[in-house]
C-alpha cells in the first residue's frame, strides 16, 4: 500500500497533531515493512524533525505560497502513483489541496479533523470557518472514504454536523518507549504543578491563575506552577501581567517550551499534571504526563474519562471553581495514594495508548478501505 499523508505543519509550535502524525508514521514504518509512506508538510523553521529512520517513509518540506497552500504538494500527488490518501487537521488549504487532488485522481482519502469541529472550535472565528465550510470543507469531509476521530466526543460533533461518512474511532498513540515512568521512591519528586502544552486561550491558563489565586495560601505553602510552552508573545505577556496582578509571580513561572529527555523529566518532576482546556480532541500531553506516572486533572472539555474508571487523576466541569476544588483535593491527598494514582496511569496508557496499538488499528483501517477486508469494530457508520 502506498500512502500518503498531508498536514499543515509539523513544526514544534504546532502542539499535538505535529507529533501525533509523525509518531504514527514513525511506528507504522517500523512495523509495517509492505508499507510505503509519505509525509508532505510545510516548511517552517523548526520542525519535529526533518527525515524518518525508516527507509520506507518519505518526509518532504514544500514552500508556503498564497493563501497558505503548499507550492508543488499538487503535482507530486499527481505523480506518486498513491492508494491512499490522509490528511491532518482541517481550515488549512493544504488538507484542501489533497482532497481536491484525491478526487480528481479517484483515490480514497482520510481526514483526521484534530479536535477542529468540536463547538468551542467552531466558535472561535466563527464566520470565517462558516464561509469555509460553505466554500469546501464540508464537501471534502463528506467525500472522503473515511473520518478518523480520536474520542467519542468528536465523533458525537463530527455527526451532529450532519456527515454521514464511516467514522473511524482510533485515539492518539504514546511511543511509551520515549517516556520513562518516574521513580515513585525518590526523594526529588517537588510539590509542583506542571502545564505543558501549547500557550494558547482555548487552553484555559487564565482559569488556572485564578483558581490558585483564590487557594489558602498554608494549603499552597512549598508548592509552585510551572507553565511551560509557546505561544503569541502579546498573550504571554498578559498572562505574565495576570500572574503579577494575583500576587503570584514568586511561585508561578512561565517557561519556554522543553522537548526530548528536559520535557520527560519536566513529568517526572511535576506532582501534578493540570490542563484546564475548554476543548481537546484528544490531548496528548495528557497521556504523555500518565505515561510518565504523573497524574492529571484535566476538564470535561477532553476526552479523557479513563482518568475516573482508572483512578489516575480527576476529570472535571470546565471553569474556575471546578479546578480550583480539585486543586484543594489534589494538594491534600496522602503521597501514597498520589503514587497509585502514577501507577494507574502509567498502566492504562500501556493498555490503551500505546503507539504500537493504535498503529495497529491504523493499518487495519487502511486495509479496509483498499482491500476491503472485513470492517474493523471501532469504524462507526451510525
Known amino acids: 500500500m502506498k500512502i500518503a499523508h498531508v498536514i499543515s505543519s509539523i513544526d514544534t509550535a504546532g502542539g499535538g497533531p505535529s507529533r501525533s ?74 488538507v484542501h489541496q489533497m482532497a481536491k487532488m484525491a478526487r480528481r485522481l479517484k483515490v480514497p482519502y482520510i481526514i483526521t479533523p484534530r479536535g477542529m ?26 467525500l472522503a472514504a473515511c473520518l478518523h476521530a480520536t474520542a467519542q466526543m468528536e465523533v458525537d460533533s463530527i455527526r ?31 510539590k509542583k504543578i506542571l502545564f505543558l502544552s501549547r500557550i494558547h486561550p482555548k487552553k484555559g491558563i487564565e482559569n488556572l491563575i485564578t483558581a490558585w489565586s483564590q487557594l489558602s495560601p498554608a494549603l499552597v505553602q512549598g508548592w509552585s506552577v510551572d507553565i511551560i510552552g509557546n505561544g503569541a508573545s502579546a498573550y504571554i505577556e498578559n498572562l505574565k501581567k ?19 529527555k528536559d520535557k520527560v523529566l519536566a513529568y517526572q518532576e511535576a506532582t501534578f499534571f493540570v490542563l484546564p482546556t475548554h476543548s481537546e480532541n484528544f490531548g496528548i500531553v495528557v497521556a504523555e504526563a500518565l505515561a510518565c506516572g504523573t497524574p492529571v486533572i484535566t476538564t470535561k472539555g477532553a ?14 466541569n470546565i471553569g474556575v471553581e471546578a479546578l480550583k476544588t480539585a486543586l484543594e483535593e489534589a ?25 504500537e496499538a493504535v498503529a495497529r488499528k491504523m493499518h487495519s483501517l487502511y486495509e479496509w478501505i483498499l482491500l476491503k477486508n472485513d470492517r474493523p469494530d471501532f469504524v462507526r457508520l451510525d
Not at 167 to 173: K, S, T, V
Open 331 to 355: 494538594i491534600q491527598m496522602p503521597s501514597q495514594h498520589i503514587m497509585q494514582m502514577g501507577v494507574n496511569g502509567r498502566k492504562l496508557i500501556e493498555e490503551k495508548y500505546s503507539m
Open 21 to 94: 502524525v509523525t509518531h504514527l508514521l514513525r511506528n507504522m514504518g517500523g512495523n509495517f515493512s509492505s508499507l510505503s509512506l509519505a509525509l508532505y508538510t510545510g516548511k517552517t523553521q523548526n520542525p519535529i524533525l526533518f527525515q524518518f529512520i525508516a527507509s520506507n517513509i518519505n518526509l518532504r518540506f514544500y514552500e508556503f505560497k498564497k493563501l497558505g497552500k503548499l507550492d508543488g504538494l499538487e503535482k507530486q500527488l499527481a505523480e506518486d502513483n498513491l492508494d491512499l490518501l490522509h490528511g491532518h487537521a482541517i481550515w488549512d488549504l493544504p
Open 117 to 142: 469541529l468540536e463547538p468551542w472550535s467552531l466558535q472561535q472565528k466563527r464566520v470565517k470557518k462558516q464561509l469555509a465550510l460553505k466554500l469546501y470543507q464540508f464537501k471534502d469531509l463528506r
Open 242 to 260: 495576570n500572574i503579577a496582578e494575583q500576587g503570584l509571580s514568586e511561585i508561578m513561572k512561565i517557561k519556554a517550551p522543553l522537548d526530548g
Open 303 to 316: 476526552p479523557w474519562q479513563d482518568l475516573q474508571s482508572y483512578e489516575c487523576g480527576l476529570w472535571i
Open 160 to 190: 451532529a454536523l450532519g456527515l454521514k461518512n464511516p467514522i473511524a474511532l482510533i485515539p492518539n498513540g504514546v511511543p511509551v518507549e520515549d517516556f520513562v515512568v518516574k521513580d515513585f521512591e525518590s526523594e526529588r519528586v517537588t
